[in-house]
């Protein structure tokens, strides 16, 4: 029983990293859920994708692009955005339908799925665990596909979805739906898998996905 909460605690600690070129992972222990989460900065196109600050600090964007938008996958993952939007200005983004979220602030825009974010970062519809669920394309370093909740990867091992309990009341209806943007997803150039909740997949990510889905069908 001890070695899982050990080895969350020791994933914690990385540091930030290059998984591709101009791509920045790093994790930390999310204050709420008491689990290790990931978070990415795309430094090409300054896009920081579900980030809480890394334990380098602010400071670790200094002689850097700054960032200029904080894109949430799913609209509970603000995160510790609104730290990154003081220090730099950032823009607050998630999908249009889940805006409700944020109704007595902070203020977020909303984006349409299909939507160049930035150079290279593209928003695209997930939806079934909830509308507004996002993957983002990122056409850097091969090609990487950002996912939120609907796709998780914990410990770095096998692909999963999440427990059923936190998918909703009909868990096998809505793995189907995800498993169809899934189908759709593979249409895309991208050999890298990038997660909210688990490690980046570098290389293989396709074949990764694609039998992940096949699995299901």
């Not at 904080?70 to 607050?92: D, K, P, S, W, Y």
């Not at 593979?186 to 909740?197: E, V």
């Amino acid at each position: 029983m001890w070695a899982r909460p050990l080895l969350r605690e020791l994933t914690a600690r990385l540091g930030i990293r290059e998984v591709l070129p101009g791509i920045h992972h790093w994790t930390r222990v999310h204050p709420r859920i008491r689990t290790a989460v990931s978070s990415y900065y795309v430094e090409p196109a300054g896009v920081l994708i579900d980030p809480l600050v890394p334990r380098e600090g602010l400071g670790w964007f200094e002689g850097r692009r700054y960032p200029e938008q904080v894109v949430m996958t799913i609209r509970h993952h603000l995160r510790e955005g609104q730290r990154f939007a003081a220090a730099f200005g950032c823009r607050l983004r998630c999908h249009e339908d889940g805006l409700h979220e944020f109704e007595r602030g902070p203020e977020v825009e909303g984006l349409p799925f299909g939507e160049e974010l930035a150079p290279g970062v593209t928003a695209l519809e997930v939806d079934a665990i909830s509308p507004d669920e996002t993957a983002l394309h990122l056409e850097y370093g091969g090609g990487a596909l950002a996912f939120g909740d609907g796709l998780t990867r914990p410990g770095g091992g096998s692909l999963r979805f999440v427990p059923n309990y936190l998918i909703g009341d009909d868990p096998e209806r809505v793995k189907r739906e995800l498993t169809s943007a899934f189908v759709r997803l593979l249409a895309l150039d991208f050999d890298t898998l990038l997660f909210a909740h688990g490690d980046p997949l570098v290389g293989g990510g396709k074949e990764a996905l694609r039998e992940f889905v096949a699995a299901r069908s």
